[in-house]
């Protein structure tokens, strides 16, 4: 079935460096990607997404691309901030399970100053 | 607009007690969801509905029955808790099933069950 793989964490920085989280899929047809972020003690909103092959994601600094070769969909971030610490979920959703989510189980990332 | 709500936020039971989890949204979306979400396991799916009147069940739907009189509420009810139910509970709606579609979340409920 289809289901999301993602590293573990937790992930700890220091502020100023590069970010990567790996997330690896598997999915039968074409899937959806998607990026959600959780900051502590509330719910879950969308931080990216890339509905093809090839697609970029990105928003408020943070990308991702969706790799059909590898099947993979990494976070990455140049620069992250204390205020980037939460965890950060990868989820697919294609046509054949009437649109619902997979998600992989969470990465927490802390940011130190 | 307030976009998806939930109560309560936080409900502590006992074994064997009935509950009922409130999930209302007021972007007129058609699909809606209901997650839990346990340490290490990311979200899974209890239910779901693609529109008022139609309802399937998810992943993980033992213990939990749901209803969708109306496109704005759909509620989550445990008709006996055990402390297996124990998890934050977040409701999710989409514009339609489509695999494009972004899902909004609610602010979640946390449920102990002793």
């Known amino acids: 079935g289809d289901s999301v793989t993602q590293m573990e964490g937790p992930v700890t920085l220091s502020e100023e460096a590069f970010l990567t989280i790996n997330c690896t899929y598997t999915a039968t047809g074409y899937p959806s990607l998607f990026w959600y972020v959780q900051y502590p003690g509330e719910g879950l909103q969308l931080l990216l997404k890339?509905?093809?092959?090839?697609d970029k994601g990105s928003n408020k600094g943070f990308e991702a691309t969706y790799r059909k070769e590898t099947t993979s969909f990494h976070l990455e971030k140049g620069s992250v901030q204390v205020s980037d610490s939460a965890v950060y979920f990868c989820?697919?959703?294609?046509?054949?399970?009437?649109?619902?989510?997979?998600f992989g189980q969470g990465t927490t990332l802390q940011v130190k100053p | 607009n307030a976009g998806v709500t939930q109560t309560p936020k936080f409900q502590v039971l006992k074994t064997g007690q009935s509950m009922t989890l409130q999930c209302a949204q007021d972007m007129n979306h058609e699909y809606m969801s209901w997650y839990r979400q346990d340490p290490g396991m990311g979200l899974r799916l209890i239910h779901y509905?693609?529109?008022?009147?139609?309802?399937d069940q998810g992943e993980v739907p033992n213990g939990y029955n749901v209803s969708r009189s109306t496109t704005e509420d759909f509620p989550l009810r445990l008709l006996s808790a055990a402390p297996s139910q124990t998890s934050v509970y977040f409701c999710?709606?989409?514009?339609?099933?489509?695999?494009?579609?972004?899902?909004?979340f609610g602010p979640g409920t946390r449920l102990t069950v002793l």
């Open positions: 989820a697919l959703s294609t046509s054949s399970n009437t649109g619902k989510l997979i």
């Open positions: 999710a709606t989409r514009t339609s099933g489509g695999r494009t579609d972004t899902q909004y």
């Open positions: 890339a509905t093809k092959a090839d």
């Open positions: 509905s693609v529109g008022a009147g139609i309802t």
